[in-house]
């Protein structure tokens, strides 16, 4: 077998296409500033990525099922917020890994409890998942403001430092966390009952009911894992900036959006894969750090993120179109 | 007033796409207010027919069409519509949401420039047409609260306030109950007697000649002949479908003393069937047959756990049992095969492997808890080599399949489950003559090897000559039980037909 | 006669707690039922209403739109811009430009979500994204106060002193917001086009069998919205007597959670006027009634929040009506 088919076969037909972009865009700006290729930029990208990274995953299964979870940013400072407040129970600056496993156990909770609560309204009552989450969503921002008067709250312990920027064998430890629930994600998604579920009932929920697939525990399932991830991303945001504010990363929603999406997950459901979602995440993470680097403004950049969505869509439809002609004329 | 002769006229329509000829210089026609069938297989070409008098195609040139004396030289839907030509696809194209009356009176909407609606007018003219279909709805009704059948007499009362004089409908008793297809029969006869012509469209023996007078029978785009339904036999009809001599051998054993598999006592459902009563045997394939719509595939839901039953018991193996949703009929052992294949038997845009894994993947897990991808691989092989499916590869979309082909994946997913009992709903329901014997030499060998099966289908000769024993169901309730050695399909049908 | 509830449940029902809620606050406090309070109500949020009636012919058509509220701030900063060229300018000039400057950027998302055959929530996330981006980095986060008189002085279409000498006044974008609701419903309830956008959301495919032309119905669908979005946002400069670039962003979840709690279905093909006024108008109360009652203005969000969960899951169990599941 030729090695392109070979390659397709093992990680799906988007991921080459997709490291020729990464090499292109890291060739662009590599050329543009001098700034790019340096050991300071690459390490601040390797720290930067992960959350992004995090948040990423918790929106491609929703997508992967059919529907959309537009709750993750809330819900990951709301679980943040949770770790902060036990860890401020304890002592704050001063307190012990033991307090901060409580707090990020309380963190995991958390998400978890709002993902569940969502993915049971979806799938036993049957509501819209963009409904859901954005309900959930207004809900978990009103929480958290009304819990933090809309202030941030800081004051964590120093070992706190070491998970947000840290090195393990010259490797950031968010970077590691981030490849250890890559990996998770794409063993779930590939090698498990829930995986395989996830992948028909996006495609057609009503023939996987008919063929006994559980698609009502699937659904929760799939929410309340996306909230614990979210969770471990709230967690690692903490360790990041050292403080828990509502709104850190909302602007990331759409950008999680973005990366699935240029990452070959269908809109629709039932396909999608996580290596070709993390090359996209590199790309996209590439893209932001090259624009600050030439100095571009960050509210251009937030505009370069539309076009940018609207860019990989127009070029999906042109591709599907270009397939179909050429299906059609065989 | 001059009374057109013929309703519609088709003379020597042919059809061309790229290099292949989907019609054959084909002569139609329709007499006003007759009630005629189009038959045929899938694929036959009834669908290009349809969409060329309708101007969806134009055909090749040299074609002569005539709708109501006019010569047709140039159309589109909207002219066509215009001409009273309405067609009322399978999926309806109704607006849930939107009532009886807006339903009705939704074509008026279309067409022109924005302008004012009276909804009064409109309702009061919906009214006037269901008036004069014989028939009584709430107006104001959302139409997805209604069943399926009333929603068909809103798409029929649409097309009549549109002033149709000929309606095509593609394949209309597909979902009825028996006393819906006698309303929708109803209907169609008033229809008829006011001088509107009907055309149905369908490849079910059985609803062709339930319900039309004459039927002009199409295959491979070429025109077979047109006959009077009157003493025309489903084996006939068949023969002339798909051109060639249906199996006529029987091929029923003996299996009275194999031990009982499935017994239903007096099953009950207000509605649908009562007091069922019947025993399936190791090995043995038993056929239900009936009119459309006499409740057998309700009785199958109900025994898979798809719905609950007001009265009666079964029993699987001699235990008692009380499914209450498909898993836990998979976990029993009883496999459903629906008539459904397209929407609910494969999910189209997924692999074969993996359509065929899923009614059995929580037993693909090894000892870790997950997926054992050889397991599975190997799963698949089985069964593409046993029920000899042609594919070229397993990851390939199960769309990509003929029907034939995707029937057996279907068979292959619920095979994997190793169950006690199979039922087979209209199996061979849109695949080719070819393909239907070899599904059969399945399942002739599956019952070999000890399987129960109950085949449920409305064509006798299906039945007759595949099962060892048939039950004849009608109105819900079993009215007889046929031992296909003893019978002739004649026989048999003319006790359905009664 | 009409069997209204059959078709207007959700309305109905929300009506009767709007109702309860109304009387539990006149009862609880001795400032709700004031005139002065009531046309509070309404000043503060007719911008909402007008938004929501746009975003509502877009949820009937079976789309939905979240770029409207930045699409009004950038109506505001362009419009402002085009005033300043032309030197001036008065209320129908003013409603005419804002209003075609938001059809035009309707016009993007319909042609967007038509030309490459996108889901309406990816383009309109992303357009979203383009129009907050650009609108920031043009205006550089500055507000702009230098604007024509016309525009920001206060109007009012209706006053009233009461016996203790305070004013109670209805402001033009009361005015306004009546025009817009009337005009829409009047679209949607008496007009063909109205009833081939129902059609539309309802089920495409048969729409388009029946003739209905998609192009038009996207283009009237966010073209509306569109329009309402810059008319919105004309009028809530009259009321803040500024261009705040950043000030409408995040309005549009409120806006989309009241539509869709008056009856509007997310899938299209449902939806009044009348729900959608009471969407709004019942989380306007409520927070409303949280304020006087005295309760931390940092637990409205949540409890609106929680509160529309609620009326959203509650909603859905009646209303399926393409509900497949096991038969009882």
Redesign the interface.
């Known amino acids: 077998m030729r090695l392109k088919t070979r390659i397709d076969a093992a990680f799906g037909a988007e991921t080459l296409p997709l490291v020729g972009f990464l090499i292109f865009v890291i060739a662009v700006f590599s050329v543009a500033t001098p700034l790019f290729l340096t050991s300071a930029n690459l390490g601040s990208m390797a720290f930067q990525m992960p959350v992004l990274g995090l948040l990423t995953l918790a929106m491609m299964v929703p997508i992967l099922s059919g529907g959309l979870n537009l709750a993750i940013i809330y819900t990951a400072n709301l679980s943040g917020l949770a770790l902060a407040a036990v860890l401020i129970q304890f002592g704050g600056p001063e307190a012990g890994v033991g307090a901060f496993m409580l707090g990020a156990l309380a963190a995991i909770a958390v998400g978890a409890a709002s993902g569940a609560v969502m993915g049971w309204v979806i799938a036993y009552i049957g509501a819209h998942p963009i409904l859901v989450s954005l309900a959930m969503m207004i809900f978990l921002r009103g929480l958290g403001e009304f819990l933090t008067r809309g202030g941030d709250i800081s004051g964590f312990p120093d070992f706190m430092n070491t998970i947000g920027h840290g090195l393990v064998l010259g490797i950031p430890v968010p970077l590691i966390v981030f490849c250890l629930l890559a990996f998770v994600w794409h063993l779930m998604l590939n090698r498990t009952r829930h995986g395989y579920s996830v992948y028909m009932l996006g495609s057609n929920i009503r023939a996987s009911e008919y063929s006994g697939l559980h698609t009502k525990r699937t659904l929760t399932l799939i929410y309340t894992i996306s909230g614990v991830i979210c969770a471990i991303a709230g967690i690692l945001m903490a360790a990041r900036f050292n403080s828990v504010r509502v709104g850190h990363g909302e602007a990331l929603l759409l950008v999680t959006v973005l990366a699935c999406f240029l990452g070959g997950v269908d809109p629709f459901g039932g396909f999608g894969r996580v290596l070709p979602v993390v090359v996209a995440l590199m790309i996209l993470q590439i893209l932001s750090s090259g624009l600050n680097l030439i100095g571009a403004n960050q509210h251009l950049s937030t505009a370069v993120w539309g076009l940018f969505l609207i860019g990989v869509m127009a070029i999906r439809w042109a591709v599907a179109k270009w397939l179909t002609r050429r299906i059609g004329a065989t | 007033m001059t009374e057109h002769s013929l309703a519609l006229r088709l003379s020597g329509v042919s059809k061309t796409f790229g290099g292949v000829r989907a019609l054959n210089a084909v002569d139609f026609e329709v007499r006003p207010g007759e009630v005629h069938c189009l038959a045929g297989e899938n694929g036959c070409g009834k669908s290009t027919l349809i969409k060329i008098v309708t101007g969806v195609y134009a055909p090749d040139p040299g074609s002569t069409i005539e709708v109501f004396g006019e010569v047709q030289t140039q159309t589109n839907p909207r002219k066509s519509r215009a001409q009273g030509i309405a067609v009322i696809w399978q999926d309806l194209a109704l607006f849930p949401h939107m009532t009886v009356a807006e339903n009705i009176g939704f074509d008026e909407m279309v067409g022109g420039c924005p302008r004012l609606i009276s909804r009064r007018s409109v309702r009061a003219r919906a009214a006037d047409v269901l008036n004069r279909l014989g028939v009584v709805l709430d107006l104001d009704m959302p139409l997805g609260a209604l069943p399926i059948a009333q929603r068909q007499i809103v798409a029929i009362a649409r097309a009549l306030m549109g002033e149709a004089r000929l309606v095509f409908m593609d394949e209309p008793t597909a979902s009825l109950t028996q006393s819906e297809t006698d309303g929708l029969l109803e209907v169609v006869r008033t229809l008829s007697a006011q001088g509107v012509a009907i055309v149905f469209v369908s490849h079910r023996l059985a609803e062709v000649l339930d319900i039309s007078e004459r039927v002009t029978v199409v295959r491979d785009g070429t025109l077979v002949g047109v006959f009077p339904t009157e003493g025309m036999t489903q084996a006939r009809l068949g023969e002339l479908m798909t051109g060639a001599t249906l199996q006529s051998e029987v091929s029923a054993r003996d299996q009275s003393t194999a031990a009982p598999v499935l017994e239903l006592q007096d099953l009950t459902r207000a509605g649908e069937f009562e007091e069922v009563s019947l025993t399936i045997r190791k090995g043995e394939i038993l056929g239900l047959t009936g009119l459309i719509g006499a409740g057998r595939t309700e009785l199958a839901h109900a025994i898979i756990g798809m719905s609950r039953l007001n009265s009666g018991k079964m029993f699987l193996d001699g235990q008692m049992i009380q499914p209450a949703s498909i898993r836990d009929a998979i976990k029993l052992g009883i496999a459903y095969v629906s008539e459904d294949r397209l929407s609910l038997g494969l999910i189209q845009p997924q692999s074969i492997a993996d359509n065929t894994v899923m009614a059995v993947i929580d037993r693909l897990e090894d000892h870790t808890g997950l997926l054992n991808p050889a397991k599975s691989s190997s799963l698949v092989k089985k069964w593409i080599t046993d029920l000899a499916i042609k594919t070229g590869n397993p990851s390939d979309p199960v769309s990509t399949l003929s029907g034939g082909n995707q029937q057996r994946v279907v068979l292959a997913k619920w095979l994997a489950t190793e169950p006690k009992l199979l039922i087979l709903d209209s199996p061979t329901v849109g695949v080719d003559v070819g393909a239907r014997a070899g599904i059969f030499r399945i399942v002739r060998q599956l019952a070999e090897q000890g399987l129960a099966i109950l085949l449920i289908s409305d064509e006798i000769t299906e039945v007759l000559y595949n099962a060892d024993r048939v039950l004849h169901m009608a109105h819900g309730r079993i009215t007889e039980e046929v031992n296909p050695s003893e019978t002739s399909v004649e026989e048999l049908e003319a006790k359905i037909y009664a | 006669m009409?069997?209204l509830l059959?078709?207007h449940k959700i309305e109905l029902r929300l009506a009767a707690v709007l109702i309860a809620i109304v009387v539990f606050l006149s009862l609880a406090t001795d400032t709700f039922l004031t005139l002065g309070n009531i046309t509070s109500l309404l000043n503060n949020n007719a911008v909402n209403l007008i938004w929501a009636v746009g975003l509502l012919v877009v949820l009937i058509a079976g789309g939905?739109d979240i770029s409207f509220a930045v699409a009004a701030s950038v109506v505001q900063y362009l419009a402002a811009q085009v005033f300043g060229w032309i030197g001036g300018g008065n209320w129908a000039l003013g409603l005419l430009i804002a209003g075609s400057l938001g059809v035009l950027l309707g016009t993007l998302n319909a042609a967007?979500i038509h030309g490459?055959?996108?889901?309406s929530?990816?383009?309109t996330?992303?357009?979203?994204?383009?129009?907050?981006?650009?609108?920031?980095?043009f205006t550089r986060?500055r507000n702009i106060y230098d604007l024509p008189d016309w525009w920001v002085d206060r109007i009012f279409i209706f006053e009233h002193q009461s016996a203790a000498g305070t004013w109670s006044e209805l402001n033009l974008s009361v005015g306004v917001m009546i025009a817009c609701v009337l005009v829409t419903g009047f679209l949607i309830?008496?007009?063909?086009?109205g009833?081939?956008l129902?059609?539309f959301g309802?089920?495409p495919?048969?729409?388009r069998?029946?003739?209905?032309n998609i192009w038009t119905m996207q283009l009237v669908a966010y073209g509306w919205c569109g329009m309402m979005a810059g008319i919105g946002g004309l009028m809530q400069v009259n009321i803040a007597k500024e261009v705040i670039p950043n000030a409408l962003y995040g309005r549009e979840?409120?806006v989309?959670?009241a539509v869709?709690l008056g009856g509007a279905?997310?899938?299209g093909?449902?939806g009044s006027v009348i729900g959608a006024i009471l969407g709004v108008m019942f989380v306007a109360i409520t927070q409303n009634g949280l304020n006087l009652l005295g309760i931390?203005p940092?637990?409205?969000?949540?409890?609106?929040?929680?509160t529309?969960?609620v009326a959203?899951?509650t909603s859905?169990?009646s209303l399926?009506?393409?509900?497949?599941r096991?038969?009882?």
């Open positions: 009409p069997n059959d078709t939905i967007l490459f055959k996108v889901v929530i990816v383009i996330i992303a357009t979203f994204n383009v129009f907050f981006g650009l609108l920031m980095f986060g309830k008496f007009t063909t086009l009833r081939q129902y059609a309802d089920n495919e048969g729409a069998r029946a003739g209905v979840l409120e989309l959670a869709v279905r997310l899938g093909g449902k931390s940092f637990a409205f969000q949540m409890i609106i929040g929680a529309i969960l959203i899951s859905n169990i399926d009506l393409r509900n497949w096991v038969r009882p």
